[in-house]
């Protein structure tokens, strides 16, 4: 039997039951999943499955990312709610491929872990897979896992496997309708203004994961916590002098209430500019090495090869003068002068959660 893999939750209970429900069947599984995106989503997903596959002893198959195709198959329909049309063109589209593939291993019948996603329509995915599986010549099963509290053991079987959880289905389309629906910043669309590792990020998560897999080959105990914080996400952001943009870095949790401000520098302090609107601050690239103990030689190196967020948030707490935190802007330029100034920092600061990883001693 082929089982087509969508995510580790759905699977690491699914796989499960189908190996108690049908002892004699040898399983194999297939992930093939050009839905989902980003492209780093579909990595970090994968990563979790072929851990979780790991577990369990079971043969994991890895099938093209074919984005650009599954994008053209569900053309015209980016608009069709969650359970609707574009679902089942998805759900063809990943199960004819399970069913090639279950062909080319010799298999002879195909099933699939969406089964058990509350977010699906299992007479939709019935449907699908009796009609794939007749196409190929092939058998197809369908069970039901969800009923007698299945969901509730699935997600605590989830939460004890310390599984990654992820909490979108996987297309853009259905992620875009999630977040606007929750009012909140869908920052699994966005990409950094430079190339940094950010709080709660999808790259993030991979890293976090690799450390997971890494502890569990060495067998290494720990355990994964949940967090609540302030995430922040910088969009665009630039500072002029004389109407011409400079090199200019913008640290983390930097904010104005108004986007645009023209401006300038009141007074300059031990290579610390202070701006007479929006509480914002210009800090020298020489006193900013001071601080990080970094050696930028110019800002644009800076941008280039940008310091991690604990870097930057370590220099920002030098200049608190009070314990709370602080959103006021931090700019560092290569020179400060006494002059006038435009900045214009659009940003966004949210709550959020993020993991992190405990180890137990």
Known sequence: MLVHICCSVDS???????????????????????????????????????????????????????????????RGFENEP?????????????????????LELGEKIITTTLLTSPKKSLAQLEEALASIAQKYGLESLAPDFRKKGGTQEQFALAKESMLYHQDYCGCLFALRVQREQQDRLADELSFPLRPQTLPSSIEERIELYEKVRALEAQKVPFKLVREKFLNYRLLRAWVKKDAEVMPSYVLFYSTCKKEHVKTHVEFIAQGVGYLAKEEARFISLQMFNQKANTGYKCVKEMLQNPPSVAVELRVRNAFKSFECASLSPLVVLDTIEIKSYELFIQSKTYPDIRENLVLIR
């Open 82 to 102: 969650e359970k609707g049309k574009r679902c089942a063109i998805c759900f063809d589209n990943r199960l004819e491929a399970t069913a090639q593939k279950a």
């Open 12 to 74: 690491h209970f699914f796989l499960q039951k189908l190996a108690q429900a049908y002892p004699s069947e040898r399983l194999e599984a297939f992930f093939y999943d050009p839905n989902i995106h980003p492209f780093s989503e579909y990595q970090l997903r994968l990563l979790d499955v072929q851990r979780s596959c790991e577990h369990l002893g079971i043969i994991l198959h890895v099938g093209e990312y074919n984005y650009t195709g599954w994008l053209e198959a569900v």
